[in-house]
Antibody, heavy 118, light 110 residues
Framework: EVQLVESGGGLVKPGGSLRLSCAAS????????IDWVRQAPGKGLEWLSS????????YYADSVKGRFTISRDNARDSAFLQMNSLRADDTAVYFC???????????WGQGTLVTVSS | QSALTQPRSVSGSPGQSVTVSCTGT?????????VSWYQQHPGKAPKLMIY???QRPSGVPDRFSGSKSGNTASLTISGLQAEDEADYYC??????????FGGGTKVTVL
C-alpha cells in the first residue's frame, strides 16, 4: 500500500523556521517526483513545490520562492520542506504528494498543520 | 500563477447529473491537456478522480467524467450519490513545471 506520512508541523512565531518531513513507503520512491501542496484553514489547495526523482530539478510557486526549500533523500525514502521566514499567511495544512504526471497527484499524505502566530 | 476559477457550489438530487466547471487561460488549461480533478471530504486528504483531462484512475467509478473545451475544463458526476457530496478541485499544468489549482467547488446532494 502506498503511504506518505508527513511530520514536523506545529506552532511557530512569525519570522521563524520549520522543517517538514515526508516518509514514503509501499512504492519505489526514487521513481517518482514529489510535490508539496498546502491548504489554509477553510480555503482551497495551493501547489507549492516539486522535486524531480534525482533532485536535479526543483520548482517553486512564487508565494514561497526564496523562503522554502524542497529536498529529498532517496536512501531514506523521504522528502523534506524547509520553511524559513514564515508569515501568518503560511498557516495551513501541508500535504506531501506523489506525482505521476503533470498535475497528476495520485497519492497524498494525511497532512501536517503549520500554525504561524505570535 | 493565478488560481483557476470554479463556482463556489453546485447541487443536485440523487440520480441527477451535475457539472463543475473550471476556467483558466490560454497559458494553462487552454494550452495543455493536463487537467486533473480531486475530491475532498471534510477533514480528509484530497483524492485523485480524473487526470489528463478525462482519464480515470483505477477504482474511480465511471460516473465521474472529465472534458475540456478551450480554456474551460469540466467534471461531470452522473447518477449523483450521497457519498459524492464533497469539495472538488481542478488542477492544471501551467508550463515551466508549475501547477495551479482552482478555488474549489462544494457539491451538495439535496
Amino acid at each position: 500500500e502506498v503511504q506518505l506520512v508527513e511530520s514536523g508541523g506545529g506552532l511557530v512565531k512569525p519570522g521563524g523556521s520549520l522543517r517538514l518531513s515526508c516518509a514514503a513507503s509501499g512504492f519505489m520512491f526514487n521513481n517518482y517526483q514529489i510535490d508539496w501542496v498546502r491548504q489554509a484553514p477553510g480555503k482551497g489547495l495551493e501547489w507549492l513545490s516539486s522535486i524531480s526523482r534525482n533532485s536535479g530539478f526543483v520548482y517553486y510557486a512564487d508565494s514561497v520562492k526564496g523562503r522554502f526549500t524542497i529536498s529529498r533523500d532517496n536512501a531514506r525514502d523521504s522528502a523534506f520542506l524547509q520553511m524559513n521566514s514564515l508569515r501568518a499567511d503560511d498557516t495551513a495544512v501541508y500535504f506531501c504528494v506523489r506525482c505521476s504526471g503533470f498535475g497528476w497527484f495520485d497519492s497524498w499524505g494525511q497532512g501536517t498543520l503549520v500554525t504561524v502566530s505570535s | 500563477q493565478s488560481a483557476l476559477t470554479q463556482p463556489r457550489s453546485v447541487s443536485g438530487s440523487p440520480g441527477q447529473s451535475v457539472t463543475v466547471s473550471c476556467t483558466g487561460t490560454t497559458s494553462d488549461i487552454g494550452k495543455f491537456n493536463y487537467v486533473s480533478w480531486y475530491q475532498q471530504h471534510p477533514g480528509k486528504a484530497p483524492k485523485l478522480m480524473i487526470y489528463d483531462v478525462s482519464q480515470r484512475p483505477s477504482g474511480v467509478p465511471d460516473r465521474f467524467s472529465g472534458s475540456k473545451s478551450g480554456n474551460t475544463a469540466s467534471l461531470t458526476i452522473s447518477g449523483l450519490q450521497a457519498e459524492d457530496e464533497a469539495d472538488y478541485y481542478c488542477c492544471s499544468y501551467a508550463g515551466s513545471y508549475i501547477e495551479v489549482f482552482g478555488g474549489g467547488t462544494k457539491v451538495t446532494v439535496l
